[in-house]
Protein backbone atom coordinates (compact mmCIF):
# COMPACT_ATOMS: atom_id res chain seq x y z
CA UNK A 1 0.00 0.00 0.00
CA UNK A 2 1.47 3.30 -0.78
CA UNK A 3 1.13 6.27 1.83
CA UNK A 4 0.96 9.43 0.01
CA UNK A 5 1.17 12.91 1.79
CA UNK A 6 1.05 16.56 0.45
CA UNK A 7 2.90 19.52 1.90
CA UNK A 8 3.60 23.37 0.54
CA UNK A 9 0.36 24.69 0.85
CA UNK A 10 -0.90 27.71 2.47
CA UNK A 11 -1.72 31.22 1.97
CA UNK A 12 -0.46 33.33 -0.67
CA UNK A 13 -1.74 36.91 -2.96
CA UNK A 14 -2.93 36.58 -6.15
CA UNK A 15 -0.42 36.32 -8.16
CA UNK A 16 2.42 34.83 -6.47
CA UNK A 17 3.39 31.27 -6.49
CA UNK A 18 3.25 27.89 -4.45
CA UNK A 19 4.65 25.04 -5.27
CA UNK A 20 3.45 21.38 -3.43
CA UNK A 21 5.02 18.20 -2.78
CA UNK A 22 3.33 14.70 -2.86
CA UNK A 23 5.83 12.22 -0.98
CA UNK A 24 5.64 8.37 -1.48
CA UNK A 25 6.26 5.66 1.32
CA UNK A 26 5.62 2.24 1.83
CA UNK A 27 6.20 0.56 -1.01
CA UNK A 28 8.43 1.90 -4.62
CA UNK A 29 6.30 4.75 -6.55
CA UNK A 30 5.63 2.23 -9.34
CA UNK A 31 2.40 3.30 -9.90
CA UNK A 32 1.76 3.93 -13.76
CA UNK A 33 0.80 7.89 -13.03
CA UNK A 34 0.73 10.43 -10.23
CA UNK A 35 -1.67 13.33 -10.34
CA UNK A 36 -2.58 16.10 -8.68
CA UNK A 37 -6.57 17.36 -7.97
CA UNK A 38 -8.13 19.66 -5.91
CA UNK A 39 -11.74 20.76 -4.29
CA UNK A 40 -12.56 24.26 -3.88
CA UNK A 41 -15.71 24.97 -1.24
CA UNK A 42 -18.71 24.14 -2.63
CA UNK A 43 -17.62 22.03 -5.69
CA UNK A 44 -16.33 18.63 -6.99
CA UNK A 45 -13.17 17.13 -6.69
CA UNK A 46 -11.63 18.19 -10.30
CA UNK A 47 -8.31 16.95 -12.15
CA UNK A 48 -5.22 19.47 -11.94
CA UNK A 49 -2.55 17.65 -13.40
CA UNK A 50 -0.99 14.47 -14.09
CA UNK A 51 2.28 13.13 -14.81
CA UNK A 52 3.73 9.47 -16.26
CA UNK A 53 6.41 7.40 -15.02
CA UNK A 54 7.37 5.68 -17.95
CA UNK A 55 7.59 8.58 -20.30
CA UNK A 56 7.18 11.43 -18.17
CA UNK A 57 3.91 12.77 -19.89
CA UNK A 58 2.60 15.69 -18.59
CA UNK A 59 -1.47 16.55 -18.72
CA UNK A 60 -3.11 19.20 -17.22
CA UNK A 61 -6.68 20.71 -16.75
CA UNK A 62 -7.85 23.61 -18.64
CA UNK A 63 -7.89 25.82 -15.63
CA UNK A 64 -4.57 25.48 -14.79
CA UNK A 65 -2.49 25.27 -18.32
CA UNK A 66 -0.26 27.56 -18.58
CA UNK A 67 0.57 28.16 -14.85
CA UNK A 68 0.99 24.77 -13.09
CA UNK A 69 3.71 22.09 -13.72
CA UNK A 70 3.76 18.74 -12.65
CA UNK A 71 7.00 17.52 -12.10
CA UNK A 72 8.56 14.46 -10.39
CA UNK A 73 11.80 13.18 -8.70
CA UNK A 74 12.47 9.50 -8.75
CA UNK A 75 15.00 8.97 -6.16
CA UNK A 76 12.99 11.13 -4.02
CA UNK A 77 9.74 9.38 -4.99
CA UNK A 78 8.48 12.75 -4.94
CA UNK A 79 6.03 14.69 -7.58
CA UNK A 80 5.56 18.22 -7.26
CA UNK A 81 2.99 21.05 -8.40
CA UNK A 82 4.47 24.37 -9.37
CA UNK A 83 1.85 26.75 -9.07
CA UNK A 84 2.38 30.35 -10.04
CA UNK A 85 0.07 33.55 -10.89
CA UNK A 86 -2.11 32.29 -8.51
CA UNK A 87 -5.38 33.58 -8.46
CA UNK A 88 -8.87 33.34 -5.79
CA UNK A 89 -10.07 30.58 -7.64
CA UNK A 90 -6.95 28.29 -7.39
CA UNK A 91 -8.38 28.23 -3.57
CA UNK A 92 -9.02 24.47 -2.43
CA UNK A 93 -7.77 21.78 -1.10
CA UNK A 94 -5.13 20.23 -3.28
CA UNK A 95 -4.83 15.88 -3.69
CA UNK A 96 -2.25 13.95 -5.14
CA UNK A 97 -3.13 10.09 -6.22
CA UNK A 98 -1.44 7.48 -7.41
CA UNK A 99 -2.98 5.37 -10.32
CA UNK A 100 -2.50 1.88 -11.79
CA UNK A 101 -3.31 3.29 -14.96
CA UNK A 102 -2.89 6.19 -16.70
CA UNK A 103 -6.63 4.78 -18.12
CA UNK A 104 -7.59 5.78 -14.31
CA UNK A 105 -5.67 9.17 -14.69
CA UNK A 106 -8.58 11.42 -13.95
CA UNK A 107 -10.41 9.12 -12.25
CA UNK A 108 -11.75 10.71 -8.93
CA UNK A 109 -12.30 7.68 -6.93
CA UNK A 110 -9.60 5.12 -7.88
CA UNK A 111 -5.84 4.51 -6.55
CA UNK A 112 -4.19 5.94 -3.31
CA UNK A 113 -4.79 8.99 -2.22
CA UNK A 114 -2.97 11.54 0.56
CA UNK A 115 -4.52 13.30 2.66
CA UNK A 116 -4.33 17.14 1.38
CA UNK A 117 -2.77 20.27 1.41
CA UNK A 118 -5.17 23.57 2.04
CA UNK A 119 -4.15 26.11 -0.77
CA UNK A 120 -5.29 29.57 -0.05
CA UNK A 121 -5.26 32.29 -1.96
CA UNK A 122 -6.42 36.12 -1.37
CA UNK A 123 -7.13 38.87 -3.68
Known amino acids: QVQLVESGGGLMQAGGSLRLSCAASGRPFSSAVTAWFRRAPGKEREFVAGITWSTTSTYYGDSVKGRFTISRNNAENTVYLQMNSLTPEDTAVYYC????????????????WGPGTQVTVSS
Open 97 to 112: STKSSTLFMRSLTSGS
